[in-house]
């Protein structure tokens, strides 16, 4: 089993930042990608961003310039640096990761979310 334990998030006022953390632990055998989503009140949940293990990244078009994903991973965290914050980024945020894990299966698993409020 797997798990992803999220935190950093909270209130901010409008243009200002906030940086999220996943960290996964558990029967890792190593991590494909690691992302993050985000789901606002009545809509789908989005990608966000997400960074593979060779460091390679993409970003939704509405957080990009103003988020940053980065990796630890010899660590198996992710980062979720945010700046310029507004109203609109405010949502539950989810990490995910991609997962091969020591029976050598790869799965797909999701952190139990953190709620990020952006007020104007």
């Known amino acids: 089993q797997v798990q992803l334990v999220e935190s950093g998030g909270g209130l901010v006022q409008s243009g200002g930042s906030l940086r999220l953390s996943c960290a996964a632990s558990?029967?890792?055998?190593?991590?494909?990608?690691m992302g993050w989503y985000r789901q606002a009140p009545g809509k789908q949940r989005e990608l966000v961003a997400r960074?593979?293990?060779?460091?390679?990244?993409q970003y939704t078009d509405s957080v990009e310039g103003r988020f940053t994903i980065s990796r630890d991973n010899a660590n198996n965290t992710v980062y979720l640096q945010m700046n310029t914050l507004k109203p609109e980024d405010t949502a539950v945020y989810y990490c995910?990761?991609?997962?091969?894990?020591?029976?050598?299966?790869?799965?797909?698993?999701w952190g139990q979310g953190t709620q990020v409020t952006v007020s104007s």
């Open positions: 960074i593979n293990k060779g460091g390679f990244t």
């Open positions: 558990g029967s890792i055998f190593s991590i494909t990608s």
């Open positions: 995910n990761a991609l997962v091969v894990t020591t029976v050598l299966w790869e799965y797909d698993y």
